[in-house]
Structures are given as C-alpha cells and as structure tokens.
C-alpha cells in the first residue's frame, strides 16, 4: 500500500476565519495518511529540511515518492 500525506505551508491561525481553516484540514485529515503543518513543525516549503521531516515521519526514501 501507498502512504499518503499533506504537506501545507502556513500559519497558526488566530484570525476569524480560523474555524473554516481547522473544519477544513480536519475534513482533509481523514482522507490521508499523515497531515504536516509547517506552521506545527517549525519549517515551511521550499526549505529542504520540510521535505526531509516528511520522508522520516512516513519512513520513506526519496526514489520511492
């Protein structure tokens, strides 16, 4: 089986529509495997260290995504 995962690039979210953007990342959320936040692991794309931190939580080399 494959792995899947979402890779977002953003923000904590204290603003007023910050209701609509968790409803819509826990929607997502249940259609994949693994959900990282740059805003959660303190990097954002296109910095590799991203990248690297998503290889390791899925156990994956990159030749294989």
Known sequence: GFQTCILTNNW?????????TAQLLDQLRRHFHVL???CRIGRRKPEPQIYSHALQVLQARPEQV
């Open 12 to 20: 904590l979210d204290d603003g007023p529509g910050r209701l609509r």
């Open 36 to 38: 990282l936040e740059s």
